[in-house]
């Protein structure tokens, strides 16, 4: 029998805690997502004032990090570097949006934290650390 190691929902809590401190010390709302390696979702959370289409973008995220077993943007420069395209994979909920984060233990995925709602470079930033807040 195989075993599939995934993020629990505490520490998918806790990675989300720790996104929405940053996110409240830059005083916007956000929206927050952890998947299990499969890209369903554990955990979200949309702030107070962050749009709907946030959160669904931060969904798309968390699953195509978990299930493309890389960040969104490294995603993307790995398309980019083969002059291939989202439309090629058949699946409308990937997406190459930044702020998906893939999780792994020993090299294992086991799930993906995703942001949306700030600037490309803070939904980044903050997705590293909401990544670093699950000590794994």
Same mark, same amino acid.
């Given at each position: =029998?195989?075993?599939? #190691?995934?993020?629990? &929902?505490?520490? +998918?809590? %806790?990675?989300?805690?720790?996104g929405?401190?940053?996110a409240t010390?830059?005083?916007?709302?956000?929206?927050?997502v952890?998947?299990?390696p499969?890209?369903?979702?554990?955990?979200?959370?949309? =702030?107070?004032?962050? #749009?709907?289409r946030? &959160?669904?973008h +931060?969904? %798309?995220k968390?699953?195509?990090a978990a299930?493309?077993e890389r960040?969104?943007?490294?995603?993307?420069?790995?398309?980019?570097?083969?002059?291939?395209?989202?439309?090629?994979?058949g699946?409308?909920t990937?997406?190459?949006?930044q702020?998906g984060?893939?999780?792994r233990?020993?090299g294992?995925v086991?799930?993906a934290v995703?942001?949306?709602?700030?600037?490309?470079q803070?939904?980044e930033e903050?997705?590293?650390l909401?990544?670093?807040?699950?000590?794994?």
């Amino acid at each position: =029998m195989l075993t599939q #190691h995934r993020l629990s &929902l505490a520490e +998918a809590q %806790r990675a989300i805690e720790k996104g929405v401190a940053e996110a409240t010390r830059d005083g916007k709302p956000m929206a927050f997502v952890v998947a299990d390696p499969n890209g369903d979702v554990i955990c979200s959370l949309r =702030m107070d004032g962050a #749009h709907a289409r946030v &959160l669904k973008h +931060a969904m %798309r995220k968390a699953f195509t990090a978990a299930t493309m077993e890389r960040d969104t943007l490294r995603y993307k420069a790995d398309l980019k570097e083969r002059d291939g395209s989202l439309d090629e994979w058949g699946d409308q909920t990937l997406t190459t949006l930044q702020g998906g984060h893939v999780v792994r233990v020993n090299g294992e995925v086991v799930g993906a934290v995703a942001v949306g709602g700030n600037s490309l470079q803070r939904d980044e930033e903050i997705a590293r650390l909401a990544v670093e807040a699950l000590g794994v």
